[in-house]
């Protein structure tokens, strides 16, 4: 599954490598435009790789084709994300201003800052760990079925998805450091390998779901 992946972006096994590079410079451009117009760029990104999420993708990688159709999945993705990231994203903040904006009087010893901080991980991995699952979900079976416990829970609980979450998990840390360089050229590279890691992450949770269809409750 992880030379599959890393393959992906180039075209995979099937696919033809002008497109595949054509694909990969208007993800990066995207991502650099992020930097001066803050979301809005990376909504066709989300867009592109619900369809990447597709059994139909395992072939080949898509292009950036369709635009209505591109923005309406990109939207549908930013919805599920923002679901199960909002809980996470609030308790990351209030841990982070307990321990920094406290004040002398309500500090913390390092018992407290390691019990803390392993619990917050724990907490954010619960709501993290099912999203590659959900956004899947909702890329083959519509947005309700991304909410639906019964519909995903066959598939987190398999070894097989857990593989391909640590590939995701994995890829995004390496292109993160990158992107977040305080050096300009280092950064720079970074927005194109985070665009890279993106589809290599979806690609490897595609390939950890099979041919599931995630008909659930809904």
């Given at each position: 599954m992880l030379s599959e992946a890393l393959r992906y972006p180039f075209g995979g096994d099937r696919g033809d490598r002008g497109d595949a590079a054509e694909t990969l410079a208007v993800g990066f451009g995207l991502h650099l435009v992020s930097v001066w117009v803050p979301v809005l760029p990376l909504v066709p990104v989300l867009g592109y790789l619900l369809r990447v999420l597709r059994p139909d993708a395992a072939d080949a990688p898509p292009r950036f084709t369709d635009v209505p159709s591109l923005l309406r999945d990109g939207v549908v993705?930013?919805?599920?994300a923002a679901a199960y990231l909002a809980v996470p994203v609030v308790g990351l903040a209030?841990?982070?201003r307990g321990l920094f904006l406290g004040g002398p009087g309500a500090g913390v010893g390092r018992l407290g800052v390691?019990?803390?901080g392993a619990a917050t991980i724990l907490f954010v991995c619960c709501f993290t760990y099912p999203l590659p699952a959900a956004l899947a979900a909702a890329a083959?079976?519509?947005l309700?079925?991304?909410f639906d416990v019964r519909a995903l829970l066959g598939v987190v609980t398999?070894?097989?998805?857990?593989?391909g979450w640590s590939i995701g998990v994995g890829a995004l840390g390496v292109a993160a450091a990158f992107a977040t360089s305080p050096a300009r050229p280092v950064a720079l590279v970074g927005y194109f390998?985070?665009?890279?890691a993106e589809v290599v992450a979806a690609a490897a949770v595609r390939d950890a779901v099979g041919g599931k269809r995630f008909l659930g409750s809904c």
């Open positions: 993705a930013a919805v599920v209030i841990t982070a390691i019990v803390g083959r079976s519509g309700r079925t991304a398999n070894a097989r998805y857990f593989y390998l985070l665009f890279y």
